[in-house]
């Protein structure tokens, strides 16, 4: 399984940005997918996560301001993320969560000016 980002970059607070995660190779193992990120001196964190029948679950702080979705046509998942706060920037990573363990993509940088 193959998965790469796109769509980060540099916005100011308050902006919005749109990432999307395209997935190749073996698909039919994955049984779910997400957003990871990981800001500098920090642990990576969950920050939104889509299973196969379309259960979501969010990191409390990007409720209400991020959205994840999945397009099963196009094997892609994209995380919206609206009002960016300084505190959004990171390093997102997209993953395919598997019965056996999990497929990371290489990530991409938000950064959000304030």
């Known amino acids: 399984v193959q998965l790469v980002e796109s769509g980060g970059g540099l916005v100011q607070a308050g902006g919005s940005l749109r990432l999307s995660c395209a997935a190749s190779?073996?698909?039919?193992?994955?049984?779910?997918m997400g957003w990871y990120r990981q800001a500098p001196g920090k642990q990576r964190e969950l920050v939104a996560s889509?299973?196969?029948?379309?259960?979501?679950n969010y990191l409390d702080s990007v409720k209400g301001r991020f959205t994840i979705s999945r397009d099963n046509a196009k094997n892609t998942v994209d995380l919206q993320m609206n009002n960016l706060k300084s505190e959004d920037t990171a390093v997102y990573y997209c993953?395919?969560?598997?019965?056996?363990?999990?497929?990371w993509g290489q990530g991409t940088q938000v950064t959000v000016s304030s």
């Open positions: 993953i395919g969560k598997t019965g056996w363990g999990a497929y």
């Open positions: 889509i299973t196969n029948d379309d259960s979501t």
């Open positions: 190779g073996s698909i039919f193992s994955i049984n779910a």
